[in-house]
């Protein structure tokens, strides 16, 4: 008896078969005027091998949130998974995967070059004391350390 599908794409994805790194495409959600939103996938970490700890998560979400708008005018939002392990990027009438590589590589490399952490006060962040921008550079080197695996979801 097959599976039944869920809702939710992520719950049928096979998480025992994914390699991190990867950006995949995850799902394609059409708009009543046409508009598309195309969702992607950033795995940064092993799905139930290892996760991004709190304060580096928490910061490189805030710079690629920001940095990302630098880049590209049709990012939506750039926000993390909650088991921690990667980010999901939405995109508006936006489907060339390759661009889309091409973006988040020069965000992270503009997270690497960054000083500071932006929006990190108690008037822009719901959390402002659980940042680390160390944590987030670091995150962005390993990332950007295996970019050529990025292409390579499944194992």
Same mark, same amino acid.
């Given at each position: 008896? %097959?599976?039944?599908?869920? /809702?939710?794409? $992520?719950?049928?994805?096979?998480? *025992?078969?994914?390699?991190?790194?990867?950006?995949?495409?995850?799902?394609?959600?059409?708009?009543?005027?046409?508009?598309?939103?195309?969702?992607?996938?950033?795995?940064?970490?092993?799905? /139930?091998?290892?996760?991004?700890?709190?304060?580096?998560?928490?910061? @490189?979400?805030?710079?690629?949130?920001?940095? $990302?708008? /630098?880049? $590209?005018?049709?990012?939506?939002?750039?926000?993390?998974?909650?088991?921690?392990?990667?980010?999901?990027?939405?995109?508006?009438?936006?489907?060339?995967?390759?661009?889309?590589? *091409?973006?988040?590589?020069?965000?992270?490399?503009?997270?690497?070059?960054?000083?500071?952490?932006?929006?990190? /006060?108690?008037?822009?962040?719901?959390?402002?004391?659980?940042? $680390?921008?160390?944590?987030?550079?670091? @995150? %962005?080197?390993?990332?950007? %350390?295996?970019?050529?695996?990025?292409?390579?979801?499944?194992?």
């Amino acid at each position: 008896m %097959a599976e039944e599908k869920m /809702n939710v794409e $992520s719950f049928n994805l096979d998480h *025992t078969k994914v390699k991190a790194p990867y950006v995949r495409l995850a799902d394609i959600t059409e708009g009543a005027h046409g508009d598309k939103i195309y969702k992607y996938d950033l795995r940064i970490c092993q799905p /139930n091998k290892g996760h991004m700890e709190m304060p580096a998560l928490h910061s @490189l979400e805030h710079m690629m949130a920001e940095h $990302s708008r /630098n880049h $590209s005018d049709k990012v939506v939002d750039i926000s993390p998974m909650g088991c921690q392990t990667g980010f999901y990027i939405a995109m508006i009438n936006h489907d060339n995967y390759d661009d889309v590589l *091409t973006i988040v590589e020069n965000t992270l490399k503009d997270v690497v070059d960054a000083d500071e952490v932006p929006a990190c /006060n108690e008037m822009q962040c719901g959390w402002a004391a659980s940042h $680390s921008l160390e944590g987030a550079h670091e @995150l %962005a080197r390993d990332l950007l %350390a295996k970019r050529d695996e990025w292409t390579e979801v499944f194992a």
